[in-house]
């Protein structure tokens, strides 16, 4: 799988035919674009390079970042085989034929680089098969990956190689593409054209470079609407089943619990745009009512509970804006984690405590032994008190009162903690 990108002076027809992508791919470390941290001076891989001492390596990055050329490039400078496998196309009988190979070329002196494209797409027991090659020197794996390796590879296979995280390639990285893509003409786009094939790529350099070549075939110059005639749309990367679904929806929470509304619109936004279901992100809300805003303003779980129902009623496009105004609401209300935390609290308590009776006053006494046990003895009705509070205690008699709930001073809980104020007073 094509990755990354520099100049190739070879214009045979053959080479020609061969993608842009292709043809531009760097053969150094100097031509790859946007991963200064580890190319550059002082980088990891530079200094693994420059040392001679070469150990199994997870690159992990998005789409079209240089996973796969980083890889070609670690093979060139050293004297080992180099093999390359994809985890989607290759099962146990694949690797076992790659092992064998590995362990003849190790008896003949000759060590390999096995590179292992989506190998997340292993699973448990296929990456549990590279360790006693890599432990005993038969193999350096390197992998690459889109998908976070703490949650898709196993730990001890993590233990044996350093993961390098590879960056999304940023605009000046996406225009150096560019620049390589015109060494012999120029791209026919306007320059508002040129920066919407960077936004739409997205990252991507390859998908960069496949639209610069689609380009480079028109004979006039195209605008921003002549450039989205001949591609597609591009759908944002985000997958419902990747770790894209919980970074954006992390965002999106830790958003509305800052009290940052056009951030919160945003990353929904970009949810709505991958495809994300609409209920999974109310779902979210509705979390976020109860445990970051709770009793500040109790109305947020009714805005929530309400935007989820005006969604099912109205679907899309209208819909939406009941998601909208449920998402600038919650993200303006007064915010508390008091009952959340007071619930914490109560279930410690119970996990110590869970044997202990209630008092005899809180309970009923249906029967005569019942009553002859003095259950129900000492009851107050608390509405027949002056206050509609008789102050009774609830809690075991083993542990006496407990204070789990401490409502903080912002929005309605302000006026909650007042009345806690007042009934301690009474009880005292």
Sequence with gaps: MADLFATNTDQSEENQARPLADRLRPKTLEDVVGQ??????????????????????????????????LARILAHHTDLHYEQISAIFSGVADLRKVFD????????????????????????SQQDAFLPVMEDGTIILVGATTENPSFELNAALLSRAQVLVLKRLDEDALEQLLQKAEAEK?????EKARNLLKTMADGDGRYALSVAEQVLAQNEELDE??????VQHRAPLYDKGDEAHYNLISAFHKSLRASDADAALYWMARMLAGGEDPAYILRRMLCVASEDISNADPQALVVANNAWTAYERLGV???????AQACTYLATAPKSNASYMALKA???AAGETGSLMPPKHAVNAPTKL???????DGYIYDHDTEHGFSGLSYFPEGIGRQEFYQPVERGFEREIRKRLDFWKKLRK
Aim: aromatic content about 6%; overall charge positive.
């Design 317 to 323: 496009p209208e819909g939406e804006l009941a998601m």
């Design 370 to 376: 019942m009553k002859t046990e003095g259950y129900s």
């Design 186 to 190: 120029p791209l026919p786009l306007t």
């Design 101 to 124: 190979a590995a362990r003849l070329r190790k008896q003949n002196g000759k060590g390999t680089m096995l590179f292992v494209d989506e190998i997340h797409r292993f699973n448990k």
């Design 225 to 230: 609407e002549g450039l989205l005639n001949i």
């Design 36 to 69: 200064d941290h580890l190319v550059g001076e002082g980088g990891s891989l530079r200094r693994m390079i420059d040392s001679g001492k070469m150990q199994s390596i997870i690159f992990w990055g998005p789409p079209g970042c240089g996973k796969t050329t």
């Design 346 to 348: 109560a279930k410690r």
